[in-house]
């Protein structure tokens, strides 16, 4: 068990009121490795949120134990769990006045005390935490006047200046643009590397959390988790079954989901290179799905010359050319 930053044993996430409870997830029994980033994952209502409030100890377990090294989290006194764990809340940035410095510093709060001033180490910690989350730039800015990414960055940086084995963050992308969304995801991966802390986050981002986490925990529909490296669960068809819903359909071969309604006829495309990888995504837009097989009943080329891109279609001993993928398209179209 020691090898394990964090751990839950036949865990049981929900809610009681008067003497009715209502079980949202479990028995659930997850293990964290120091240096991992973990991704929360499961459709809307799984309990993502729940569970993470109870691994931070916000709200009591219906049943079972959460351990982080080997104290139960029930057990330790708030200022003790401090020093275990940090929690970053979506729009947890309610800092007014702040300016950016002042606010990672409080990361230091269960060391120092409210009252003290930050020591020497201190100081040098809140340093590292700062450039860590790329925040430098900003740090004499007040936080109120941050945009939503760059508070969440800082967040981050509070995370780390209070220096736990253990960071939770929940739905930390939920506010960015796709550049900043990459950007955090790598983050986190290279810090959970460089620092060997467990990082678990929450999140909506499929795609990305695929391409980074060291391991998945994909909170079911019935309650139920399941963990693994994200390849496992996607050859296992446990991803794609956890997320399904009419219309939409997991492609195992891209790593992606396909929003568009097939019409049921396929195509054999021959090809390599950008040009043939954009003409799959201009097909699949089109509502055909693509084929292994040379015997399909359409056949098609893209072919990358010096003079330019072409694309064939072929059928029998007749191939016919065009020289745009929107002719390509309409000509397909007409088979
Ligand atoms: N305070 C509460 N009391 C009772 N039930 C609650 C409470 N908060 C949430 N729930 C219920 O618990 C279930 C899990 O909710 P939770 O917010 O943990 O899901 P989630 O996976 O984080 O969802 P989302 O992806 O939509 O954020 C839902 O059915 C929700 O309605």
Not at 125 to 145: D, L, P, T, Y
Not at 222 to 231: F, I, L, N, Q, T
Request: hydrophobic letters at 40%.
């Amino acid at each position: 068990m020691e090898d394990f930053l964090l751990h839950t044993s036949d865990l049981s996430v929900g809610y009681k009121s008067g003497n009715t409870q209502k079980s949202v997830a479990g028995p659930l029994n997850l293990t964290m490795k120091a240096g991992e980033l973990i991704c929360l994952l499961g459709p809307n209502g799984a309990g993502k949120s729940t569970l993470i409030r109870t691994l931070a100890g916000l709200q009591p377990a219906l049943n079972g134990i959460v351990k982080i090294d080997t104290e139960n989290v029930a057990k330790l006194k708030p200022s003790q769990l401090a020093k275990k764990l940090s929690l970053v809340l979506t729009d947890s940035v309610k800092a007014g006045n702040l300016d950016v410095f002042s606010l990672v510093s409080l990361g230091r709060y269960p060391y120092s005390g409210w009252l003290g001033g930050l020591s020497k180490e201190d100081k040098k910690i809140v340093k590292w935490a700062i450039e860590s989350a790329h925040v430098e730039m900003f740090v004499n800015r007040k936080v109120s006047q941050l945009s939503d990414g760059e508070c969440q960055k800082v967040m981050l940086a509070r995370a780390l200046a209070q220096d736990t084995p253990v960071i939770i963050l929940d739905e930390p992308t939920a506010h960015l643009d796709l550049p900043s969304r990459i950007e955090l995801m790598r983050l986190l991966h290279q810090l959970a590397k460089e620092t060997s802390k467990g990082i678990l986050i929450s999140t909506h981002e499929l795609d990305l959390a695929l391409q980074v986490a060291d391991q998945i925990w994909l909170l079911k529909k019935d309650g139920s988790v399941a963990v693994g490296s994200p390849e496992e669960l996607v050859l296992n068809g446990i991803f794609e079954s956890a997320f399904d819903k009419a219309g939409v359909l997991f492609d195992k071969s891209t790593g992606t989901f396909n929003i568009h309604q097939n019409t049921g006829k396929s195509v054999f495309l021959e090809g390599n290179g950008a040009a043939a990888f954009w003409t799959k995504r201009a097909l699949l837009r089109h509502g055909y799905s693509l084929t292994d097989s040379a015997s399909a009943l359409l056949s098609a080329e893209v072919r990358d010359t010096q003079e330019g891109t072409t694309w064939l279609i072929k059928s029998g001993d007749t191939i016919e050319k065009r020289d745009t993928m929107e002719d390509f398209l309409l000509l397909l179209r007409s088979r």
